[in-house]
């Protein structure tokens, strides 16, 4: 283990402040005004990760600054390659916790899967997340640090008004976005500021299992998109899927949805839907799910499920899929099937930390000196 000298660990660490938060660090440091949005443009706009390329500021500023200050990225403990162009980085913290981001490219788009906990409390029963002990919060500077790492990774520094390889974010990633929202909301705020990181709330979509008190609070203060994990038309068997359900169950989630803040028949609800077989994936399960969604400005994502190992379910068969898929759709639904991106190098939830902790335990663990 490597310990930090003295000076490191008192230096702080301005990338994940606010502008609020930043100017007034500024203020206590005994800078101008000015000098808080000076450093945003370096940071967010420039992705600057030292102070010493701020040559719009003074040497003897950004020395000054770089003795009480740092501008952290999380370590890349292991980054991959799909060769549908599909990108993994897992990221480590200094505390050890690691975290997945996933860079998704397609014709039109490029998606940023971004992780907003270690691990996961819900427990859902097809998610591998859910199967980690450990679970923390991440915070807002781990939250943005995500994305500064792909645009790291993928030299698209400074940000780009046009021809971007993220256009997009989802929180999809680990974790369940509702139940750190201060961290999330701060975070998505800085993401989203126009004179940084640039991305759109439009662009932006959060995914949930169904957190239903802080839905409204999302859609009012963030109005970013909504994802809401379905996943199952009936109580008895969302319970199963998703434990979350007997606190907040389908009726008061779908109430939660028609009110939410924001939504339009041009900005629909994304409804995600496991296709697990012989649990939710029958043709009366689609008519349901029909019945249910009706007066919601909806869209549907059937994703097929990703097997993991020691999972208790199976995927269903293409043919259930299109059976099912055509019900939404004949209702007039979108109801496309998620393609399953950058399998061989382990897109399912979690699987890459998992690989990763598995390799690191098969390593004796060295003594200590
Ligand atoms: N906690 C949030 C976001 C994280 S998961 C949520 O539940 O929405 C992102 C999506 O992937 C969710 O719809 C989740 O249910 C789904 N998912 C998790 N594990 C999966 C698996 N093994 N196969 C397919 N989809 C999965």
Same mark, same amino acid.
């Given at each position: 283990?490597?310990?930090?000298?003295?000076?490191?660990?008192?230096?702080?660490?301005?990338?994940?402040?606010? +502008?609020?938060?930043?100017?007034?660090?500024?203020?206590?440091?005994?800078?101008?005004?000015?000098?808080?949005?000076?450093?945003?443009?370096?940071?967010?706009?420039?992705?600057?990760?030292?102070?010493?390329?701020?040559?719009?500021?003074?040497?003897?500023?950004?020395?000054?600054?770089?003795?009480?200050?740092?501008?952290? +990225?999380?370590?890349?403990?292991?980054?991959?390659?799909?060769?549908?162009?599909?990108?993994?980085?897992?990221?480590?913290?200094?505390?050890?916790?690691?975290?997945?981001?996933?860079?998704?490219?397609?014709?039109?788009?490029?998606?940023?899967?971004?992780?907003?906990?270690?691990?996961?409390?819900?427990?859902?029963?097809?998610?591998?997340?859910?199967?980690?002990?450990?679970?923390?919060?991440?915070?807002?500077?781990?939250?943005?640090?995500?994305?500064?790492?792909?645009?790291?990774?993928?030299?698209?520094?400074?940000?780009?008004?046009?021809?971007?390889?993220?256009?997009?974010?989802?929180?999809?990633?680990?974790?369940?976005?509702?139940?750190?929202?201060?961290?999330?909301?701060?975070?998505?705020?800085?993401?989203?500021?126009?004179?940084?990181?640039?991305?759109?709330?439009?662009?932006?979509?959060?995914?949930?299992?169904?957190?239903?008190?802080?839905?409204?609070?999302?859609?009012?203060?963030?109005?970013?998109?909504?994802?809401?994990?379905?996943?199952?038309?009936?109580?008895?068997? +969302?319970?199963?899927?998703?434990?979350?359900?007997?606190?907040?169950?389908?009726?008061?989630?779908?109430?939660?949805?028609?009110?939410?803040?924001?939504?339009?028949?041009?900005?629909?609800?994304?409804?995600?839907?496991?296709?697990?077989?012989?649990?939710?994936?029958?043709?009366?399960?689609?008519?349901?799910?029909?019945?249910?969604?009706?007066?919601?400005?909806?869209?549907?994502?059937?994703?097929?499920?990703?097997?993991?190992?020691?999972?208790?379910?199976?995927?269903?068969?293409?043919?259930?899929?299109?059976?099912?898929?055509?019900?939404?759709?004949?209702?007039?639904?979108?109801?496309?099937?998620?393609?399953?991106?950058?399998?061989?190098?382990?897109?399912?939830?979690?699987?890459?930390?998992?690989?990763?902790?598995?390799?690191? +335990?098969?390593?004796?663990?060295?003594?200590?000196?």
């Amino acid at each position: 283990m490597t310990t930090a000298s003295p000076s490191e660990t008192a230096r702080r660490n301005l990338v994940g402040l606010g +502008r609020d938060a930043l100017a007034a660090e500024m203020t206590a440091f005994g800078a101008e005004p000015f000098r808080a949005r000076q450093l945003w443009h370096w940071i967010y706009h420039r992705g600057a990760a030292d102070f010493g390329v701020m040559t719009s500021l003074s040497k003897g500023f950004r020395e000054k600054l770089a003795t009480t200050y740092e501008l952290c +990225r999380p370590t890349l403990s292991r980054e991959l390659a799909s060769i549908d162009r599909t990108r993994k980085w897992l990221l480590r913290f200094p505390d050890g916790q690691e975290v997945e981001t996933v860079h998704i490219p397609e014709e039109e788009r490029g998606t940023l899967c971004v992780s907003s906990q270690v691990g996961c409390t819900l427990t859902c029963s097809f998610c591998h997340t859910g199967t980690q002990r450990l679970v923390r919060n991440l915070t807002a500077a781990e939250i943005v640090a995500q994305v500064m790492i792909a645009r790291d990774a993928l030299c698209e520094w400074p940000s780009p008004q046009e021809d971007r390889q993220v256009t997009n974010i989802v929180l999809m990633g680990m974790g369940e976005p509702l139940l750190n929202y201060e961290n999330v909301a701060a975070a998505l705020k800085i993401i989203m500021d126009p004179e940084g990181l640039a991305i759109s709330r439009r662009k932006i979509t959060l995914s949930t299992a169904g957190v239903v008190p802080m839905m409204r609070r999302c859609g009012t203060e963030l109005g970013v998109n909504l994802a809401v994990s379905l996943h199952a038309v009936r109580d008895d068997v +969302r319970d199963r899927l998703v434990p979350l359900n007997r606190k907040y169950p389908i009726a008061e989630l779908l109430a939660a949805c028609r009110s939410y803040p924001g939504s339009s028949n041009a900005r629909r609800i994304t409804f995600e839907y496991v296709m697990l077989k012989g649990v939710n994936d029958s043709p009366a399960d689609a008519r349901e799910l029909v019945r249910l969604l009706a007066g919601i400005p909806a869209k549907v994502n059937l994703i097929p499920f990703n097997q993991w190992p020691g999972a208790p379910y199976e995927c269903s068969p293409d043919e259930a899929i299109k059976v099912f898929s055509d019900i939404v759709f004949a209702a007039g639904y979108s109801a496309p099937v998620r393609t399953p991106r950058g399998r061989d190098i382990l897109a399912a939830c979690g699987q890459l930390k998992s690989a990763s902790i598995k390799l690191r +335990r098969s390593v004796p663990e060295p003594l200590p000196a």
